[in-house]
Nanobody, 111 residues
Framework: QAQLVESGGGLVQAGGSLRLSCTTS???????TGWYRQAPGKERELVAA???????TYASSPKGRFTIDRDSDKNTVYLQMSSLKPEDTGLYYC??????RGPGTQVIVSS
């Protein structure tokens, strides 16, 4: 059974960086994959996405600070986050066409 697993979250100071990983086991990425953020008291937000062909899109708030990439050999989609802000705090999870979503990884940015 295919599943998605995220890793790389943690506690970081404002201005710092983190790289999140979304890995699939039992399958491969066959369609678009997105990174979502769920912050307490806020609606879920699509932070970044990459299509099957590699086209990347970003939400306005992290644009210029976050980069999404895919390594097909490793069945992994990354989210490189730089210049982190306290408002970037939240549960980050990935979701992909045909694979559902993972449980998420927590990111906490302290001021």
């Amino acid at each position: 059974q295919a599943q998605l697993v995220e890793s790389g979250g943690g506690l970081v100071q404002a201005g710092g960086s983190l790289r999140l990983s979304c890995t699939t086991s039992g399958s491969i990425f066959v369609g678009a994959t997105g990174w979502y953020r769920q912050a307490p008291g806020k609606e879920r937000e699509l932070v970044a996405a990459i299509t099957k062909r590699g086209t990347k899109t970003y939400a306005s708030s992290p644009k210029g600070r976050f980069t999404i990439d895919r390594d097909s050999d490793k069945n992994t989609v990354y989210l490189q986050m730089s210049s982190l802000k306290p408002e970037d705090t939240g549960l980050y999870y990935c979701a992909s066409v045909g694979l559902g979503r993972g449980p998420g990884t927590q990111v906490i940015v302290s001021s």
